[in-house]
């Protein structure tokens, strides 16, 4: 029998060889993950504003030994725990201080939730309560497989799952950890949740008790109100809430895991710096951020509709017609159903708890909806491969789906044409859109949409699984041809000039030199100069002060980071001006007296 031969039977029998479909399973997620996440991961610069800061703190804590409180450009940084730090710090000691080593916990924690789906479609993604009850036949061991090859990849092939994967601050690794321990909380309620022992609850449950404290170690309360909230209405739409939460999944001993993990640097912290913690973290970064606007980031109520849309796209078409199906309005039936079917409810109460609980909340960012998107890829799996192992004519909600499927991507090629006219004015890339209109970039995207959607509508009529692997396809040829190279585009116009400068400084700063940026912030600069930066508002007042205050010190020079726009502006009176660098929009100087 011929390689090819042997492949072939291998495809049309799979759920026969369990081992070789679980290699060839692992092989295809690492090769998926590792373009999706780590491909390029340090190729282009840390982006301001925030990756740097989150970068600089880790990067403070491993150079003074201080794990405790976080520290950005000389100031307390209590945003966020601890936990992305230390990772980062971790990263650093293996691949150096750098971008890479900055973005590591975010790849990993989102090729962690890639297995995961997996693992957890792979044990429960029946498509029907019937396939539940024979779990072994090899129809529903096919279904099982398709399922979690669906999600795994819907789970790295989609847009925001990728950006977010691609940054080194803390919302990749909070969704590692917040949606593995639902995960691994429902994969012990559909297993039956038997207990160890009188004291230990099922392994899986203990994993998501550890998992939710390292939720709230990345992001704070949030990381274990939202998922309990989440698990306490799934117990009471199937009327298990007694049952699990009061008894097999051991309350008493999980809050003992909780507490062991999370506690400790929150007493440590509070202890060292007292009031001021408190009223930074929980107050301003909590409390403030759900009831009031924080930094601007207001939005109307509508905001996260085209947020998923866009963010969790091909696949968001497939959404509604995979909630729908579930008659979630007859609780009655899942009731009676075997724990082991409800994997579809619990993440359709997991998708709906976290768009209304963000949605509530004041403050709005794209960021906060990323925990439901594994909830997302759990639902469109289970509906795709449903509808792809089931030989009867498909709904006609999937019907409609797919066709919308095809017009969004018709859509995305027209848009594609007219991005360059979409991109506005950033003063840190003031020729962004000429350069990204000169690259032919929009015209790729234009060209993979449009062929994408030719693609799809035929196997809209032709084939139920080419849908999934057409849209697959088309994401891959997306990340690799287009967004891959334009985050490289966006950093040679953006960071590039700001790496030069900091280059610079390292090279020809005098002994107890100060460096000035006025005008303007960029964290990335203290990152790469590893010092800190005196950052002065755009304020002629306060500017002079800061001038002045300067050159009345020991030292009678102080290097000065301007955009070239403003130069003339500042009130540098008759100083001596030495022109160290020009980049533009930058210019570095030396002011003298």
């Not at 989102?110 to 044990?123: E, I, K, P, S, Y």
């Not at 803390?170 to 039956?192: K, R, V």
């Not at 993440?347 to 709906?352: K, M, Q, R, T």
């Amino acid at each position: 029998m011929s390689p090819l031969d042997s492949v072939r039977r291998w495809y049309h029998s799979y759920e026969k060889f369990p081992k070789t479909t679980g290699i060839i399973s692992a092989i295809a997620l690492g090769l998926l993950g590792g373009l999706a996440f780590f491909w390029h991961l340090g190729a282009v610069g840390l982006v301001d504003e925030t990756e740097p800061m989150f970068a600089d703190a880790a990067r403070r804590m491993l150079a003074t030994g201080d794990w405790i409180t976080p520290y950005y450009n000389d100031a307390t940084r209590f945003d966020k725990p601890p936990l992305v730090y230390w990772l980062m710090a971790i990263a650093y000691k293996i691949v150096g201080v750098n971008a890479w080593g900055a973005r590591l916990p975010s790849a990993f924690a989102a090729l962690g939730l890639m297995v995961l789906v997996f693992v957890v479609l792979r044990q429960f993604g029946f498509g029907t309560a019937a396939a539940a009850q024979n779990p072994e036949a090899p129809n529903t061991q096919r279904k099982l497989w398709l399922a979690a090859w669906i999600g795994s990849s819907l789970i790295a092939l989609n847009l925001q799952t990728i950006v977010w994967a691609r940054q080194g601050v803390s919302d990749m690794l909070l969704n590692g950890c917040f949606s593995g321990g639902l995960i691994c909380f429902f994969y012990g309620y559909g297993s039956g949740g038997q207990p160890i022992n009188r004291w230990l609850p099922n392994g899986w449950y203990m994993a998501a008790y550890a998992l939710f404290a390292c939720a709230v170690l990345t992001k704070g309360p949030v990381g274990i109100v939202v998922p309990g909230l989440v698990i306490m209405l799934f117990l009471l739409y199937v009327g298990k809430f007694r049952e699990v939460l009061l008894g097999e999944a051991k309350p008493l001993t999980g809050a003992l895991i909780f507490t062991a993990i999370a506690l400790p640097w929150f007493v440590l912290v509070t202890l060292r710096n007292g009031q001021a913690y408190i009223d930074s973290f929980f107050g301003y970064h909590n409390f403030d951020r759900f009831t009031g606007v924080v930094n601007g980031h207001d939005a109307p109520w509508y905001f996260y509709f085209p947020v998923v849309l866009v963010g969790f796209l091909p696949w968001s078409v497939y959404l509604p017609a995979a909630i729908a199906r579930l008659k979630l309005h007859r609780p009655a039936r899942w009731r009676q159903e075997a724990r082991s079917t409800h994997l579809a409810v619990f993440a359709s109460i997991w998708f709906g708890v976290i768009f209304g609980f963000f949605t509530i909340a004041v403050t709005k960012l794209p960021s906060y909806t990323i925990p439901l998107l594994p909830a997302a890829a759990i639902l469109v799996a289970l509906f795709l491969s449903h509808v792809i192992e089931t030989p009867r004519q498909p709904s006609t909600g999937f019907r409609w789906s797919a066709i919308a499927n095809v017009g969004l991507l018709l859509i995305l090629s027209g848009f594609m044409i007219y991005s360059p006219q979409v991109i506005g004015y950033d003063p840190a890339a003031p020729d962004l859109a000429t350069t990204y209109a000169q690259s032919n970039l929009a015209w790729w995207g234009c060209g993979i949409w449009l062929l994408g959607a030719v693609v799809l509508a035929v196997c809209v009529w032709r084939s139920r699984l080419g849908i999934w692997l057409a849209n697959g396809a088309i994401m891959v040829a997306f990340i690799v041809l287009v967004l891959l190279p334009a985050s490289t585009l966006l950093d040679q116009a953006r960071q590039a000039s700001l790496r030069e400068i900091a280059d610079t400084i390292t090279a020809q700063q005098r002994p107890d030199e100060t460096v000035m940026m006025v005008g303007f912030e960029k964290p990335s600069l203290v990152f790469y100069t590893g010092q800190d930066i005196l950052f002065i508002d755009d304020d002629k007042e306060e500017e002079l002060a800061a001038i002045d205050s300067t050159l009345t010190q020991a030292n009678s020079s102080f290097l000065l980071v301007v955009r070239t726009s403003t130069r003339p502006e500042l009130p540098l009176g008759d100083k001596t001006l030495d022109l160290l660098l020009e980049r533009s929009p930058y210019e570095l100087l030396r002011v003298q007296k």
